[in-house]
């Protein structure tokens, strides 16, 4: 199993449940505005901590209200990528893509599907969104995460930015074979990325 999660959680006056258990490859919650996607993405990446329940990801034990175990976000390994990059804008690239490891090597081998060589130089504030995008990918990637967590990794980029993108999941997905859990709205998004696809209403 890739994902098992079970959860209940209260957010304002609103409860979000998930009961999920996803084998290899990518997992999909799609759903409207307002459903939770971001929130559960944040309580498997231990930012945010579930009223009840159990987070596993790839037979590790993450978070299990009854037995006491609530890992720091540190300790669980997760390759967040959140829906608005967040590249810390006093780095150049090369330096938010080193952050994870400061002292090590960049390993621009592990990344170079993504294409983002030329820009190892710029600022943050000198990129697309699709470049910044592909960054904040890299940046996950070297990491050395356990899992990726991508949020809306689609939206607001134009068809070819999308198409780059997605050829670049595809290949997280089927070549680095990291368990991924990627939310969306995007029905078309969902189906041509998604092994399977868990539904959160709102
Ligand atoms: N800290 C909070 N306190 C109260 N309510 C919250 C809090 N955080 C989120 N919510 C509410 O919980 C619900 C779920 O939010 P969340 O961001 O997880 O939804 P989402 O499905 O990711 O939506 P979107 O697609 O718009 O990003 C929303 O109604 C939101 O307003």
């Known amino acids: 199993m890739s994902f098992e999660i079970r959860l209940r959680k209260r957010l304002g006056d609103r ?14 919650l ?29 037979g590790e034990t993450l978070f299990d209200a009854s037995a006491g175990i609530d890992l720091p976000p540190e300790r669980r390994r997760a390759g967040y990528v959140f829906q608005d990059a967040r590249l810390f804008p006093h780095l150049r690239v090369r330096d938010n893509l080193r952050y994870a490891f400061p002292g090590r090597p960049l390993d621009l081998a592990r990344i170079a599907f993504l294409g983002i060589d030329q820009l190892l130089d ?17 940046r996950a990637l070297l990491s050395d995460p356990a899992f990726l967590l991508l949020d809306e990794p689609l939206s607001s980029l134009d068809a070819a930015r999308r198409e780059e993108i997605s050829v670049a999941i595809e290949h997280l997905r089927d070549v680095a074979r990291l368990p991924i859990l990627m939310v969306t709205h995007d029905a078309g998004e969902a189906r041509r990325l998604g092994m399977r696809i868990v539904p959160m209403d709102a």
Do not use: C, H, Q, Y
């Open 15 to 28: 409860d979000i449940a998930l009961d999920l258990a996803a084998g290899a490859g990518a997992t999909i």
């Open 122 to 138: 710029r600022w943050p504030r000198a990129l697309s969104g699709g470049e910044a995008r592909r960054v904040a990918i890299g």
């Open 30 to 58: 799609f759903g409207p505005s307002g459903a939770g996607k971001t929130s559960v993405l944040n309580m498997v990446a231990g930012l945010l901590r579930p009223d009840a329940g159990t987070i596993r990801v790839a």
